[in-house]
C-alpha cells in the first residue's frame, strides 16, 4: 500500500512538472526550428520564464462575465485536468510503475480521454457568448470524429496483443515493437492524437484567424492556464499512449532503467508535436472534417480487417 501511495504522487509531481516544463521546452524549440530567438531573458536560457508565466496567470484579474453560468463556468476547466489525469492511472511506465493494472486498460483510457470534450462544451456554453459557444462546437464535433478513428485504429493493436491490458500489450512487443506490422494504425492514431489535443495543424477551434480565441474567450486568470495546462498533459498523454501501442514501452537494452527509456521515447514524441506546430499550415475546418471521414475511416476499418484476417490465417 505504501508503494502504490508513492507511485501515484511520483507520477502527479512527474505529470504537473512536465506540464510546466512543456512551456519552456516548446518555446525554445518553436525557435530553434524557425530560427528566431526564444525566452531568454527570464533566467539562464529563458528557464524562469515558466515561473513567470504561472505568476502572472495566478496575479491576472479571476473575471467572471456577469453573463456566464457561473458554476458550470469555474467547473468547466478543471474537467480537462481531471479527464487527462485520469488517463494516466492505466498507463504502465515501467514492468511495476502503474497506478492501476486494469484487464481494460485500454478501454479506460478512451472513456477518460473522452470526457475531455466536456470541457469544451461546457466552457463555450457557460460563456453565454455565441463565438465561444461556436469555437465549443466545432472542437467537440473534431474530437467526437477523431476519437472514433483513434479507437479503430487500436483494435489492430488489441488483436495483436489479444488483450485491453496495456501492461500486457507491452510485454506482447518483446519480440517485435507493434509499430512494424501496425504502422498504418500508427498514423491514423497519431493524426487523431493531433485532432484530439487540438494541436497544430488541428487547432482549428482555437486558432488565432478563427473565432476569437473559441471556447476559451471569456477565460481569464487561472482558469484560462488550466484549459493550457490540461493541452500539454494531452500531448503527453498522447505521446505515452503511442510509445505504450507501438514503440514498445519501457522495453530498451538493460543499460538504462525501463522508466527512462519510456521518458526518452515520450519526449520524442512530444518534440514531434511541437515540430508539427512550427512547420504545418491549417487545413480549413471542411477539409479538416472531410479528411477524417473519408479518408482517415475507411483506412481504420481497412487496418482493423486486414490485421483481423492475417492473425487469423496464421492461427490456423
Known amino acids: 500500500m505504501t508503494n502504490f501511495w508513492w507511485i501515484i504522487g511520483g507520477v502527479l509531481f512527474a505529470l504537473l512538472n512536465t506540464a510546466a ?4 521546452v516548446e518555446r525554445r524549440m518553436l525557435a530553434l526550428w524557425q530560427d528566431r530567438y526564444g525566452p531568454n531573458r527570464a533566467g539562464p536560457f529563458g528557464l524562469l520564464v515558466v515561473l513567470a508565466d504561472t505568476l502572472k496567470l495566478f496575479f491576472k484579474e479571476d473575471w467572471i462575465p456577469p453573463f456566464a453560468d457561473k458554476i458550470v463556468f469555474v467547473f468547466a476547466p478543471g474537467v480537462v485536468m481531471l479527464s487527462v489525469l485520469m488517463s494516466f492511472v492505466v498507463m504502465p511506465f515501467g514492468p511495476h510503475v502503474i497506478v492501476a493494472d486494469l484487464n481494460i486498460g485500454l478501454l479506460f483510457f478512451l472513456a477518460m480521454s473522452s470526457l475531455g470534450v466536456y470541457s469544451v462544451v461546457l466552457g463555450g456554453w457557460a460563456s453565454n457568448n455565441k463565438y465561444a459557444l461556436l469555437g465549443a462546437m466545432r472542437g467537440a464535433s473534431q474530437m467526437i470524429s477523431y476519437e472514433v478513428f483513434m479507437g479503430l485504429a487500436l483494435m489492430g493493436v488489441v488483436v495483436l496483443s489479444g488483450s485491453f491490458n496495456l501492461r ?23 493524426v487523431a492524437g493531433v485532432a484530439e489535443t487540438h494541436r497544430l495543424p488541428f487547432d482549428i477551434p482555437e486558432a488565432e484567424s478563427e473565432l476569437v480565441a473559441g471556447f476559451h474567450s471569456e477565460y481569464s486568470g487561472m482558469k484560462f492556464g488550466m484549459f493550457f495546462i490540461g493541452e500539454y498533459l494531452g500531448i503527453t498523454l498522447i505521446s505515452g499512449m503511442l510509445v505504450t501501442l507501438y514503440f514498445g514501452g519501457w522495453l530498451g537494452p538493460a543499460f538504462l532503467p525501463p522508466v527512462i527509456w519510456f521518458a526518452i521515447k515520450t519526449f520524442c514524441f512530444i518534440l514531434l508535436f511541437i515540430l508539427f506546430r ?31 484476417a492475417i492473425k487469423l490465417w496464421l492461427n490456423t
Request: aromatic content about 18%; cysteine-free; overall charge neutral.
Open 21 to 24: 516544463g512543456l512551456i519552456w
Open 168 to 190: 500486457e500489450i507491452v510485454e506482447a512487443q518483446r519480440t517485435m515493437w507493434f509499430i512494424v506490422p501496425q504502422f498504418l494504425g500508427f498514423l491514423i492514431f497519431l
Open 278 to 308: 512550427a512547420s504545418m499550415p491549417r487545413p480549413r475546418y471542411d477539409q479538416l472534417m472531410e479528411y477524417g471521414w473519408k479518408v482517415l475511416f475507411p483506412l481504420s476499418i481497412l487496418n482493423l480487417l486486414v490485421t483481423a
